[in-house]
Structures are given as structure tokens and as C-alpha cells.
């Protein structure tokens, strides 16, 4: 029965090309809208690494004075670390793994004399960055923790870098120069560049991008003060020579990998316990109620990834595709009412009022169906010129088989409900009238 009401849809959009064709039209350039500004919000709020999620938590101190302003313009200094912390949590925390980590741009000397040297961005993190976070490895493995502690100078590369270096990711062994140092290899990794980068500093130019070119020991890049990339907040003079030691200067990430309840339990109250000590000595002025230890899809959430004038960009494609709806309804409405004298004979030879709404409903579908395809087109065209912008979040904006999907399924869905008023209108035509008029 589908097989002949799809037979009697297409004659009848044969029969009004026009029609057909501005509807198509009209679906297509709402759905179109709509999925590129879903896909770059799919793609900016998607969660990055799936297989561990559940387990990775980002604790949140807040050692900033009492006077210091909330929301201000460089935003909340309390989203990093300060050293003394991160390494009292290393030390005391007891997570399954745990690590603390900073972006870094080094320049990077060439094996070959005849090339020239240049600057790549990379992290400086500690021993269980590897594990907590399964970096796939091509070659080697990171380094330990006790190599960590006698601040070894070893390095693990990124694919890209050690192809770029070597010719070769089977580097093991050799040594690399990063800015004036020789670092030996001990590992290569595979292509992984988790998508936003939640591990780095968010809100920063970390948040979306490339992959890391290089990973160092932190202990080593803080020895040899190495530079630090993304935000560095200081809310008290220091008269520490290193600056990146104060105990009023954050600039670290912080994560933790804890595989039960009990674990999340116990280490919240470790949090609170720790925050509390520092209460009580007077370093910190915040009530120590305020420690959070956030879930990694809770961290995103709280740091709001998403720029206002995406929001404000999504909300007015769905606006557009409500119209283009609207607009549906009316040319809808307008087509199957004019069909009423083919409808009043079908009814008087015995279809029941549902068989035209069916019937009806078919050939609002495959309007849907041809709109979404035309909805694909122009969404994929809309995605590449958003990847022309100069936003960090700009070069991700891919539409991945889910959103392909979905971009199908709104627009029938979308047409079938336009459809649903004129097509029962329509199925409520009295035969008698009609074949009365013909």
C-alpha cells in the first residue's frame, strides 16, 4: 500500500513542479541553517574522549583574596592552579591517576643543518598524563614518574613532529633540541587530538585545535623556566625570584582519574580537608565550602565553550526554519485542497478518511526527504565557510555521520508536521460536495 501511495506522491509533485520545487527549496534552506550552527554546536559540545569521561574530574580551589573581583573581564583565576597546590595534590592526592599540566611553545631545532628552526606548541604535564588520558603511542612510552622526580630530560613527540624531524616516528632513543636544550625521545604518539581539548586551558586559544607537536616533564620545563602559553594570573605582589612557584600565581591544569564512588567520595573530602588546612593558616580567605571537584562533561558545561554569538546564531536559524515551515503549511494547504475533487472521488469509491491522510502524509514525506538532501548541500556548504573563520573552534566544524542522520530525520519529521494540518484538512473534504461540483 506505502509502494502505491509513493506512486501517487510522485505524480502528483510531477504535476506541480513549481510548487515542488519552492517547497524543496524552502525546507532545504531552513534545514540547511539550522544543521550547520547544530553541527558547530554539536561539535564544540561533544564529548572528548568517551571511553574515560565518566572517570576524569577537574578539582576547582579557589585561593583567591576576599577582595579580589568575581567576573572579571580575564575571568576567573581560580580555573588554574597554583604550583604549591598542584604539587600538594600530587603528593597527598590519592586518585588512580593524577596529573598537572600547562601549555608551551618551544622552538624546535631541525636534524638537518640546512633547515631552519621553528616554534611548535606542545604541554609540559606529569608522569600519568599518558595513562589517565590512553594517549596511543606508536613507538616507546612516556616517561615515569620517577624520571619526573630527577627532572630527566626526556621528551615524547607527536606524530607530526617526529615525521617532520626524522622522516620517521621510529625515533626512539635519538635526541631532540627544544629551544637550547637536548631532550632524549622515549616515545612518539599516535594522531590524538581530543575535540575541544578539555585537558588544556579552556577559554584560551588551548580550547579547540591541533594536537600537541611535543610533551616535556613539567618539572623539568619549571627548572629550566621555559615559556608558558595560555593564562598566567597573579593577584599578590611576589618576591619569589620564580614566579611560577608563587604561591599567588595560577597557571596549571589539574586532573584526576577516579574509578568509584567511594574514590569521587573520599577525594572530594581530601578537597575539602586540604582547602580547609589552608583556610585555617590564613593563605586562603574563601570559605573552604566553595572546593568543587567537577566531572570532565560538568567542567565543560562550566566553563561555557560555547561564545554568545554562536547561541545567537543558532536561535536565528531556528527562527528562519520556523518560517520556512510556516510558509510549507500555507503552499500545502493551498496544493491538497485544490486536489479536492480527486479526493471526493476517492472517498466516494471507499477510502477512508486515515487513507488520505496517509496518502497525503507520503507525499509530504518525500518532500522532507528531497529537502534534507538539498539540507545537506547547502549545510556542508554553510560548515565550510564557517572553517574560513579565523575562530579556534572554526577548523572542527566537520558534520559526522550522526549529524548526517539528523539532518535527514528533522527535515521529514519538520515536513511531516507541516503537513499534518492541511492533510487532515484535507481528509476531512465531504465526497458528496466534490461530486456534486464535478
Not at 577582595?67 to 595534590?89: C, E, H, I, Q, V
Not at 584526576?256 to 577525594?267: M, S
Request: hydrophobic share 45%; charged share 20%; glycine share 8%.
Amino acid at each position: 500500500m506505502i509502494g502505491y501511495y509513493f506512486r501517487l506522491a510522485l505524480r502528483s509533485l510531477r504535476r506541480t513542479p513549481v510548487m515542488t520545487a519552492l517547497m524543496v527549496c524552502a525546507i532545504g534552506l531552513g534545514i540547511g541553517a539550522s544543521m550547520t550552527m547544530l553541527t558547530v554546536l554539536h561539535v564544540m559540545t561533544q564529548d572528548p574522549i568517551p571511553e574515560k569521561s565518566g572517570g576524569l574530574f577537574y578539582p576547582h580551589l579557589d585561593p583567591l583574596p576576599l577582595k579580589y573581583p568575581d567576573g572579571g573581564r580575564w575571568g576567573n583565576p581560580s580555573n588554574n592552579f597554583t604550583y604549591p597546590d598542584a604539587m600538594a595534590l600530587l603528593t597527598h592526592g590519592k586518585a588512580t591517576h593524577q596529573a598537572a599540566m600547562a601549555g608551551g611553545r618551544l622552538l624546535v631545532w631541525p636534524t638537518k643543518a640546512v633547515a631552519r628552526p621553528n616554534y611548535y606548541e606542545g604541554r609540559f604535564t606529569t608522569a600519568d598524563f599518558f595513562a589517565m588520558f590512553q594517549v596511543p603511542f606508536e613507538h616507546g612510552q612516556g616517561w615515569t614518574a620517577h624520571e619526573d622526580d630527577e627532572h630527566a630530560r626526556v621528551a615524547v613527540l607527536g606524530h607530526d613532529l617526529a615525521v617532520k624531524l626524522y622522516g620517521t616516528t621510529d625515533v626512539v632513543g635519538r635526541t631532540v633540541r627544544l629551544k637550547d636544550t637536548l631532550f632524549r625521545v622515549v616515545g612518539v604518539t599516535a594522531p590524538w587530538s581530543p575535540q575541544p581539548r578539555f585537558y588544556a586551558d579552556l577559554g584560551s586559544s588551548d580550547s579547540f585545535g591541533q594536537s600537541d607537536a611535543f610533551f616535556l616533564p613539567l618539572s623539568v620545563a619549571v627548572e629550566l623556566r621555559f615559556d608558558i602559553s595560555g593564562n598566567q594570573s597573579s593577584w599578590a605582589e611576589s618576591d619569589m625570584e620564580d614566579v611560577l612557584k608563587s604561591p599567588s600565581s595560577s597557571w596549571l591544569q589539574f586532573w584526576v582519574e577516579l574509578d568509584t564512588p567511594q574514590q569521587v567520595a573520599d577525594y572530594t573530602r581530601f578537597l575539602h580537608d586540604y582547602a580547609a588546612q589552608q583556610h585555617a593558616s590564613g593563605r586562603f580567605e574563601r570559605d573552604p565550602e566553595t572546593v568543587r571537584l567537577y566531572p570532565l562533561m560538568d567542567w565543560l558545561a562550566y566553563r561555557k565553550l560555547v561564545p554568545s554569538e554562536v547561541q545567537l546564531q543558532l536561535w536565528l536559524a531556528l527562527g528562519f526554519l520556523l518560517v520556512c515551515l510556516v510558509n510549507i503549511i500555507a503552499l500545502l494547504l493551498a496544493k491538497f485542497l485544490r486536489r479536492g475533487n480527486e479526493i471526493g472521488v476517492r472517498r466516494a469509491l471507499g477510502a477512508r478518511g486515515r487513507d488520505i491522510l496517509v496518502q497525503l502524509g507520503t507525499e509530504a514525506a518525500l518532500i522532507g526527504l528531497s529537502g534534507g538532501l538539498l539540507g545537506i548541500a547547502l549545510s556542508q556548504l554553510g560548515l565550510w565557510s564557517v572553517r574560513q573563520r579565523p575562530d579556534d573552534y572554526a577548523r572542527i566544524a566537520q558534520m559526522d555521520a550522526p549529524m548526517l542522520f539528523s539532518t535527514v530525520t528533522l527535515a521529514v519529521v519538520a515536513t511531516l508536521l507541516s503537513g499534518l494540518l492541511p492533510a487532515w484538512r484535507a481528509s476531512r473534504i465531504s465526497p458528496a460536495l466534490q461530486i456534486k461540483g464535478v
